[in-house]
C-alpha cells in the first residue's frame, strides 16, 4: 500500500505541476516578467503554488497579476490542489465521480424529486 500511495503522490504532484505550468505558460503571454523567461517562471509558479511555499521570482511577488483572473484563477487552484492532500485526492478519485455508474445514480435520484 506504501508503494502505491508513493507513486500516485509522485504521479499526481508531476501532472498537476505540468497542467498548472501549461496553464500559467498561456496566462501569462505578452506580460513583462522582469526578465524573466516565461517558461521557467510558469513552472517555477505553478510548482511554488502547489507546495503552498509562498516563493516569488520577483521582490513584487504576483502584484502585477492583481487584475488577472486567469494567473489568478490557476495559482488559487494550485494551492487548494496541494494543501488537500494525497490521501483526500486518492478517496476522491477513488469515488470515481464522473463514472457512468455516478452520473446513473444521480440522474435516478433526481428523477425521483
Known amino acids: 500500500r506504501l508503494r502505491r ?3 500516485f503522490a509522485i504521479t499526481f504532484t508531476i501532472l498537476v505541476e505540468a ?3 501549461i496553464a500559467l505558460w498561456f496566462a501569462i503571454e505578452g506580460r513583462d516578467l522582469g526578465g524573466q523567461d516565461r517558461a521557467w517562471g510558469s513552472i517555477f509558479h505553478a510548482v511554488s503554488a502547489f507546495c503552498n511555499a509562498g516563493f516569488s521570482l520577483s521582490s513584487t511577488s504576483l502584484v502585477p497579476f ?3 483572473t486567469a494567473v489568478l484563477l490557476v495559482v488559487g487552484v494550485l ?3 496541494g ?3 494525497f490521501a483526500v485526492h486518492m478517496d476522491v478519485l ?3 465521480p464522473l ?3 455516478t ?3 444521480l440522474r435516478w435520484r433526481l428523477s425521483e424529486s
Open 99 to 101: 463514472s457512468l455508474g
Open 79 to 81: 494551492i487548494v490542489a
Open 83 to 85: 494543501g488537500l492532500g
Open 94 to 96: 477513488a469515488l470515481r
Open 19 to 21: 497542467l498548472g505550468a
Open 5 to 7: 500511495f508513493l507513486a
Open 103 to 105: 452520473l446513473r445514480w
Open 66 to 68: 492583481v487584475r488577472d
